[in-house]
């Protein structure tokens, strides 16, 4: 979808509503008449109208949710999570500084390296709300970044809600070329009948991820020795020398890579059960309680995959990316892919007053389609699922075991199996957690050659197998959260070279645990310390930093009644290790051993506070790029791959603001 008409929806959008806003203030500000003696009408007002009773759960969650009002972490407003790190810009491609391999059989591409600024179907809210809210936020960071985004949702009636999310970026970069903006947005339904028998829930989301490639730097040894201090000076890999500008308001790729991906998903559920009521003040509450359900899911999502160059140079093409396929004025690598997926599935309920008790058993269909510049593909997939969760009447236990096989088709083979166990220990809600996880999946799409980029197909690739055994102990009552996770990997997939897929033969094993722990230093001060550890095998095909960590010394409070705020420093280091190579040509970061980080600690200073519904986030990120440069510590920028340096000390500045209607 072109981001035009999505940014005048927005407009609109928010036009209708400051219209709207704006005639509840004149209400509310206006003056009875007659003889001078009107009074404020704001003296009578009934102080609940400013009130709200709002909640959500995610799709297919029971789990109920409130809307966060914490101001003590900037990186739950912010697209991007401090795990992962980009490649110098704001929408470039992105890799997580933990393992995170795919642990899911069937459809794959194999492009996700933008996946992580996208809306998910698995984090698609479903609200219910007494009034009509609306959040909007503003961004404004270093060298005309901004980030806008826009929340509405309302229930029409006491069954029915809808919300509507939207979502832009846009980011020139620092160097030539590099240039990202982003287009998420996020529309939803749910319904439930009056007597609660039948239910529907509407989802469309629609994602577009634009970046510039400029491959990196020429020379990355110049950045510490720039005649201005400006990393723009710098020759990059890709793209016209010369023709480069930065210009917040461009949203045009001319070398880059454009991931476009839609979904829409219609889940309809009918019960039978045993019907109730209770008649209060004449006021009549239907009640029913669920003993068999019948579920049908129906999704339709398509996904595109484009590399372009619109002034392809061939001898840098052929230099420094080894590639010699550079034939007429333009280059286009383009994938696409249409999905449709019908499942029906029976759920039963053994206790009609524990609906987190139930058994779901059911059957999907999914149709493959795809086309390139040169071929067409279509293929399908039959598959069996099923589900068991039990949660206690007293929340104490929950137990969920869930699983997924790919009966026929293409995908046949695969399979996804999970098994958690939880539990509260104690009243003041400390828990516990142990979870076991098996996968087995077909390898991605690109790697055997269905897909017009320039990967070298492999042929005869065994599935891949992942094992997975973990634990979460999470004492509430002291801010302590410590997690184990570990993995057997057999077949691990990974790029040798930026077109080489490669599959590694031996057993993978691969260990992290997590420390995460507010300590309360005095009454305005506290103390958040993140700390993970990572241990693989040293002679695997995998490079992570052994030691990754964040800690933030905050002074929190509330001061003023209705000031809530939290300054401080925050440090997020990793310890050296040989970061993946990026390769433009087919999106992929792949392994290296020519080049180790030797970064410093990202220093950042925040300021967070809250007024009422209105939040404010002011940050002076990369500080530590404001020392001298030693040949101990490495360069002054911090490099996130091989040629890619991140920004300088930047600015962040963002407001978000909350409306009850």
């Excluded at 693989?536 to 930093?545: R, S, T, V």
């Excluded at 809250?610 to 990120?621: A, L, P, Q, T, V």
Aim: proline share 3%; glycine share 8%; hydrophobic share 35%.
């Amino acid at each position: 979808m072109s981001p035009k008409p999505i940014i005048f929806l927005c407009c609109l959008v928010s036009c209708l509503f400051l219209g709207q806003l704006e005639a509840q203030n004149m209400r509310f500000n206006s003056f009875s008449g007659g003889g001078g003696g009107g009074t404020d009408s704001l003296q009578k007002r009934d102080k609940s109208e400013d009130s709200i009773a709002i909640y959500y759960r995610l799709y297919n969650s029971l789990v109920i949710q409130k809307m966060d009002t914490s101001i003590a972490d900037f990186y739950s407003k912010f697209i991007l999570p401090y795990t992962n790190y980009h490649l110098g810009n704001l929408g470039n491609a992105s890799k997580s500084y933990l393992f995170n391999p795919l642990q899911r059989g069937g459809w794959d591409a194999g492009f996700r390296a933008y996946e992580v600024y996208n809306y998910t179907l698995e984090q698609t809210p479903f609200f219910q709300t007494t009034k009509p809210y609306t959040e909007l936020g503003y961004l404004l960071g270093g060298k005309g970044e901004q980030l806008m985004e826009i929340l509405h949702t309302q229930n029409k009636t006491k069954q029915f809600n809808y919300s509507f999310a939207y979502r832009f970026s846009n980011a020139p970069g620092n160097l030539k070329n590099q240039h990202a903006n982003l287009n998420n947005m996020r529309i939803t339904a749910n319904y439930q009948s009056k007597r609660k028998r039948y239910t529907s829930s509407w989802v469309m989301l629609s994602n577009k991820s634009a970046s510039s490639e400029n491959g990196g730097l020429v020379n990355s040894a110049l950045i510490d020795s720039l005649s201005l201090n400006n990393p723009y000076e710098l020759e990059t890999k890709l793209g016209v020398s010369g023709a480069s500008f930065r210009n917040p308001f461009n949203t045009n790729i001319a070398t880059g890579s454009t991931y476009k991906e839609q979904s829409f998903v219609w889940k309809q559920t009918y019960d039978f059960g045993q019907k109730d009521s209770v008649v209060k003040d004449t006021v009549t509450t239907y009640l029913f309680y669920p003993r068999l359900r019948f579920q049908n899911e129906i999704k339709y999502q398509s996904n595109q995959f484009i590399f372009a160059d619109a002034n392809p140079n061939a001898l840098n093409y052929q230099q420094y990316f080894n590639y010699k396929g550079v034939v007429g004025e333009a280059i286009l690598f383009q994938d696409n892919w249409k999905r449709f997926t019908n499942e029906f599935s029976l759920v039963s309920f053994p206790e009609k007053t524990n609906p987190n008790q139930y058994l779901q058993i059911g059957m999907g269909y999914q149709q493959l389609n795809f086309k390139d510049t040169l071929i067409r593909w279509a293929n399908h997939d039959l598959y069996g699922l099923g589900v068991y969760k039990n949660k206690t009447k007293n929340l104490r236990w929950d137990i969920q075991a869930s699983g997924k096989l790919f009966l026929n088709g293409y995908h046949a083979g695969d399979y996804e199996a999970q098994l958690s166990l939880s539990s509260m220990v104690n009243k003041k809600g400390d828990k516990l957690e142990l979870w076991m996880q098996n996968s087995n999946r077909t390898p991605s799409f690109n790697r055997l050659g269905i897909t017009a980029f320039p990967v070298v197909e492999r042929q005869n690739i065994d599935k891949e197998n992942i094992i997975e055994l973990g634990g979460l102990w999470n004492q509430i009552s002291r801010g302590l959260a410590v997690s184990f996770q570990y993995k057997l990997i057999q077949n691990y997939q990974y790029f040798s070279s930026g077109y080489q897929p490669m599959v590694y033969d031996k057993t993978l094993s691969y260990a992290k645990g997590t420390v995460s722990h507010q300590v309360k230093l005095s009454r305005y001060w506290n103390w958040y310390n993140e700390f993970t550890l990572q241990v693989i095998d040293p002679n695997a095909p995998l490079h992570l930093p052994v030691l990754f960590t964040r800690q933030r010394v905050a002074f929190e409070g509330n001061f003023f009644k209705n000031l809530y705020l939290s300054t401080g420093i925050e440090l997020i280091y990793h310890s050296s290790f040989q970061a993946d190579g990026y390769m433009p040509l087919t999106g992929q970061f792949y392994l290296q051993d020519q080049f180790t980080t030797k970064n410093r600690p990202i220093a950042n200073a925040f300021l967070n506070f809250r007024i009422n519904r209105f939040k404010g986030f002011i940050r002076m990120e990369q500080l530590n790029t404001l020392l001298a440069t030693s040949n101990q510590l490495g360069t002054r920028y911090h490099f996130t791959a091989p040629n890619y340096p991140g920004t300088g000390t930047w600015l962040r500045v963002g407001i978000w603001w909350n409306f009850i209607n």
